[in-house]
């Protein structure tokens, strides 16, 4: 279904009332529907206008939520008498500056707590999770209970005999379960009329109204921004992340005549519907845009010719209109000529050159003078010696090379924390925390000179920071450039090349080989991520004449600025969209 097939969806008959309230709203519907988080703003905007009253015509004939008031006391006292639920203190009078909003005709405010018979948290039976069992009765917690219904994947299971225990925390059909702890403060579920039985946890609380009849309409107004806000006011605990039951009843909610909630609801679920068909849509169409992209980007970066990529490029650049509308499609552009960049597709080689072969020689040379001075360490094995399965065909005057052959390289460490001195400097010591950004020249940490005399050494400016190891190479290889002396931590590499011509080219290497390096990566099963050193270093590189590196970082640079552009008046767009949406939103509920 397209934005706009939902649209007149939308239109008949599901907003026909909206569309005479609101219609600026419902002739902007597309904007709502595809701006980010434009269907999320379309669902508060439902539940606002239902609990004001504004999403159906009142009709004279429904009578006043006074009636169906002096029904819910007069079963509330049936119930008393019966013994099924203790006479509730009073409720405080509602002040007039206390109302949110006027209540429409035939309406009425009441505190939440005016319509129950039960109120209260659950808990969790002794022995915490050591009493779970494999089958049994159903013990919900906060991960099981979500505005649209019950979630019950992965739910967890009491005895009969626990469930005995625990008379006070029976959840039956048609309750109201509403958390009131943890991150998912708020979120309220209606449990289904065929449920058969379940206790709750101590960060739920059983909401059940006097009248089954209330359920839908209640669920409406919990889930509503009315109500959600006042979560947010109400928080109790330094972490804001608690709900009092008290405050709870406290609440105030708007009634309308039963009749009245009926057409409320049916009218809800529609448009819930819609807004579901929608969301399904879009992810739909996320999906098709990133098998586009995969497929048009590997088009390009499968190219063995330069002759093959022009022609790829051309079938590919007629499609860019679809491709480049999002700032993820831009990302990844920007990969693919990274990719074509270290792999020599990207400029023409000149045969005139200087053949890279020389230029590894003379990075030879500079290596052994270094290492007679003692400013690097001779490896296990020269990479000179090694061998290794060349990955593809080089262009010509390139050759095959590895980072120890080009770069110094260097380790590092952490100063000891019982030593206060080793943290009283101006020295970055630069973790994978830092490498968020593609220049160094500053972090968040700093060590003493006195740290130096320990494990850690000076890295020079002009060297080539890597993170080797944190869950960040699950999906990602952070590199950086360092402009200023630093450290660094263990969980990192510094490499200086020996000729510091090659620090561009070494950069962007870095950059385009990012699926081959994350390839390399150890994931252990206790959840650790690992470049292992004879894995990233023995890594075979392709290097190009030095003459053939400037042209390469010259093109990227141009590139990645053309795409930052492109980003940008994308990442704009979506924003201004945004903007928009939530004016309409707001402008609809004021």
Excluded at 66 to 91: C, D, F, I, N, Y
Excluded at 254 to 267: G, M, S, Y
Excluded at 270 to 299: K, P, S
Aim: hydrophobic fraction near 45%; charge should be neutral.
């Amino acid at each position: 279904m397209s934005a706009d097939e939902a649209a007149l969806l939308a239109r008949e008959p599901a907003a026909r009332y909206l569309q005479a309230v609101e219609p600026a709203l419902v002739r902007q519907f597309e904007l709502l529907a595809t701006a980010p988080a434009g269907v999320a703003r379309l669902r508060e905007l439902i539940l606002t206008l239902a609990v004001q009253g504004k999403l159906v015509p009142q009709v004279p004939g429904d009578g006043h939520a006074a009636h169906l008031l002096r029904q819910v006391e007069s079963t509330k006292e049936q119930l008393v008498s019966a013994g099924v639920m203790k006479r509730p203190k009073a409720q405080a009078p509602i002040a007039e500056e206390e109302l949110p909003f006027a209540a429409p005709t035939g309406w009425q405010w009441v505190r939440l707590g005016t319509l129950l018979q039960k109120i209260g948290a659950g808990s969790t039976p002794l022995g915490g999770k050591q009493v779970y069992v494999n089958t049994g009765v159903k013990f919900l917690r906060s991960q099981n209970v979500w505005n649209d219904g019950l979630r019950l994947e992965g739910v967890a299971f009491i005895s009969s005999a626990t469930h005995a225990k625990m008379a006070g925390t029976v959840v039956v059909a048609n309750d109201l379960l509403f958390n009131i702890t943890g991150a998912s403060i708020g979120r309220c579920a209606a449990v289904p009329a065929n449920f058969d039985k379940a206790n709750v946890s101590q960060h739920v609380t059983i909401i059940r109204p006097v009248l089954p009849s209330l359920n839908a309409f209640l669920h409406t107004v919990l889930i509503s921004r009315l109500v959600q806000q006042a979560v947010m006011d109400v928080q109790v605990g330094v972490s804001r992340e608690g709900l009092s039951i008290a405050k709870l009843g406290n609440f105030l909610v708007p009634i309308p005549p039963l009749q009245e909630q009926a057409r409320i609801v049916a009218r809800v679920d529609e448009l819930m519907r819609l807004c579901d068909a929608l969301e399904a849509q879009g992810r739909l169409e996320a999906e098709q845009h990133a098998r586009l992209r995969g497929t048009l980007l590997g088009t390009l970066t499968d190219s063995s010719t330069p002759e093959e990529l022009a022609a790829n490029w051309q079938r590919v650049a007629a499609h860019f209109d679809l491709l480049l509308d999002r700032p993820e499609a831009v990302d990844a552009l920007e990969q693919a000529i990274l990719q074509l960049a270290v792999r020599g597709l990207l400029v023409p080689q000149d045969l005139s050159d200087e053949h890279a072969n020389a230029l590894v020689q003379r990075v030879r040379f500079a290596r052994e003078a270094s290492i007679v001075s003692g400013g690097a360490k001779r490896g296990k094995s020269s990479p000179s010696q090694a061998t290794f399965d060349e990955p593809f065909a080089l262009p010509a005057g390139w050759t095959w090379s590895t980072l120890p052959d080009l770069c110094a390289i260097t380790g590092g460490s952490t100063p000891s924390k019982a030593v206060a001195s080793n943290w009283i400097g101006d020295i970055p010591w630069v973790s994978p925390k830092d490498m968020k950004v593609a220049v160094i020249e500053d972090a968040q940490d700093h060590v003493s000179s006195a740290a130096l005399a320990g494990s850690l050494s000076l890295i020079a400016p002009g060297s080539l920071l890597m993170v080797v190891r944190g869950m960040i190479l699950a999906h990602s290889f952070p590199v950086a450039v360092t402009r200023v002396p630093v450290t660094i931590n263990q969980d990192m590499k510094a490499l200086t090349p020996f000729d510091p011509k090659l620090l561009p080219f070494l950069m962007l290497l870095c950059e385009g080989m990012k699926t081959e390096v994350l390839g390399l990566v150890n994931r252990s099963t206790h959840g650790t991520c690992k470049l292992e050193s004879p894995k990233i270093f023995g890594l075979p590189i392709p290097l190009p004449p030095l003459a053939e590196q400037v042209r390469i970082a010259t093109l990227v640079t141009e590139l990645r600025r053309l795409c930052a552009d492109l980003r940008q008046r994308l990442t704009a767009s979506q924003t201004t969209k945004s903007h928009l949406a939530e004016a309409l939103v707001d402008s609809a509920i004021a």
